[in-house]
């Protein structure tokens, strides 16, 4: 059996309190389990709740070994990463994966950085559990008995690793910290600096990119998307800061095959009342859409749309 279950489904910053306590306030971090193996994405505050939650419950039956996987090293998904209960015992054995760095920092220079005296009393020498890191790029991983890994860039500021998680037929698929690739080059003829060809050839990459995205979700039976705006608000000002609008994450996986499109990376200040109202207007039945622009979308009649709350598993 394939599924996951969040821990922490925020962006940018923790958002604790009243307006957040149905959908929670952690930031990201998935536990995915293939049968009995463990893989955990992103190590965002959520990440504190479920390394208590395994000292509770697996370390019974033995040492915590597990395969985690950060998707990029902003501090809203690297946050949690000193609180997680594991790193503070020997038996521990942590696979750490993260995709490189353009400054040439590797994975555990970061981690290390954030654990500086400066910043926190205990030292990533001083932890611990047995700790490794790998640094890939698009690439395929096989974690041996049928769990596979495949990684893809995604459009954000940093390096930023989309993964596809493969196992006896199922998949789940992250795809958050991502927004729509566009053309950079100027499209209006009466710009100085307007360059015909340039144009004709950014807008034939940016549609490329967006393809080769959207072929990463074929026929997945869980995509988890960013989807941390509303069309309008992204248009307000909020290109180029690596986020989708929900329309954007529905459009993606439109023609893809997908299951179960989950909507992730709530923006901190979308209070829970907000996000139940979305859920209803963004939601398709079998009977059609039900409300708003959806009544062009037609074909996702046969994809669950969820809102990603924390507690909250999905079985592939």
């Given at each position: 059996?394939?599924?996951?279950?969040?821990?922490?489904?925020?962006?940018?910053?923790?958002?604790?309190?009243?307006?957040?306590?149905?959908?929670?306030?952690?930031?990201?971090?998935?536990?995915?389990?293939?049968?009995?193996?463990?893989?955990?994405?992103?190590?965002g505050t959520g990440i504190r709740l479920l390394g208590n939650y395994l000292i509770a419950n697996d370390f019974k039956k033995g040492?915590?070994?597990?395969?985690?996987?950060?998707?990029?090293?902003?501090?809203?998904?690297?946050?949690?990463?000193?609180?997680?209960?594991?790193l503070f015992i020997p038996s521990s054995r942590l696979r750490i994966w993260g995709p490189i760095s353009s400054e040439g920092e590797?994975?555990?220079?970061?981690?290390?950085?954030?654990?500086?005296?400066?910043?926190?009393?205990?030292?990533?020498?001083?932890?611990?559990?047995?700790?490794?890191?790998?640094?890939?790029?698009?690439?395929?991983?096989?974690?041996?008995?049928?769990?596979?890994?495949?990684?893809?860039?995604?459009?954000?500021?940093?390096?930023?690793?989309?993964?596809?998680?493969?196992?006896?037929?199922?998949?789940?698929?992250?795809?958050?910290?991502?927004?729509?690739?566009?053309?950079?080059?100027?499209?209006?003829?009466?710009?100085?600096?307007?360059?015909?060809?340039?144009?004709?050839?950014?807008?034939?990459?940016?549609?490329?990119?967006?393809?080769?995205?959207?072929?990463?979700?074929?026929?997945?039976?869980?995509?988890?998307?960013?989807?941390?705006?509303?069309?309008?608000?992204?248009?307000?000002?909020?290109?180029?800061?690596?986020?989708?609008?929900?329309?954007?994450?529905?459009?993606?996986?439109?023609?893809?095959?997908?299951?179960?499109?989950?909507?992730?990376?709530?923006?901190?200040?979308?209070?829970?009342?907000?996000?139940?109202?979305?859920?209803?207007?963004?939601?398709?039945?079998?009977?059609?859409?039900?409300?708003?622009?959806?009544?062009?979308?037609?074909?996702l009649k046969h994809t669950s749309v969820i809102m990603a709350k924390e507690n909250m598993t999905i079985i592939a």
């Amino acid at each position: 059996m394939l599924s996951v279950r969040f821990w922490g489904v925020r962006g940018t910053i923790p958002s604790p309190g009243a307006a957040t306590i149905i959908f929670g306030g952690n930031t990201a971090c998935l536990e995915i389990r293939a049968d009995e193996r463990l893989i955990i994405v992103d190590l965002g505050t959520g990440i504190r709740l479920l390394g208590n939650y395994l000292i509770a419950n697996d370390f019974k039956k033995g040492p915590i070994d597990a395969d985690i996987f950060v998707t990029h090293t902003h501090w809203d998904h690297i946050v949690g990463f000193p609180l997680f209960a594991p790193l503070f015992i020997p038996s521990s054995r942590l696979r750490i994966w993260g995709p490189i760095s353009s400054e040439g920092e590797t994975l555990k220079d970061i981690l290390s950085m954030q654990l500086a005296y400066k910043f926190w009393p205990i030292r990533l020498t001083e932890l611990s559990a047995q700790l490794s890191y790998g640094q890939i790029q698009e690439t395929t991983l096989d974690l041996g008995n049928g769990l596979i890994v495949k990684s893809k860039y995604l459009n954000h500021p940093i390096f930023c690793l989309g993964y596809r998680f493969e196992y006896r037929g199922k998949s789940i698929v992250t795809a958050y910290d991502h927004e729509p690739f566009i053309n950079l080059f100027l499209a209006d003829p009466n710009a100085p600096d307007y360059d015909e060809e340039a144009m004709e050839e950014g807008a034939r990459v940016a549609a490329e990119e967006n393809k080769k995205i959207a072929a990463f979700f074929k026929n997945a039976d869980i995509v988890i998307h960013d989807s941390q705006y509303t069309e309008a608000e992204y248009h307000q000002g909020k290109h180029g800061w690596g986020h989708s609008p929900y329309e954007h994450a529905i459009a993606n996986i439109r023609d893809a095959g997908v299951k179960n499109l989950v909507f992730f990376h709530h923006d901190p200040d979308t209070s829970d009342e907000t996000l139940v109202q979305r859920e209803k207007d963004y939601q398709i039945k079998n009977d059609g859409p039900s409300s708003g622009f959806l009544s062009k979308l037609n074909k996702l009649k046969h994809t669950s749309v969820i809102m990603a709350k924390e507690n909250m598993t999905i079985i592939a």
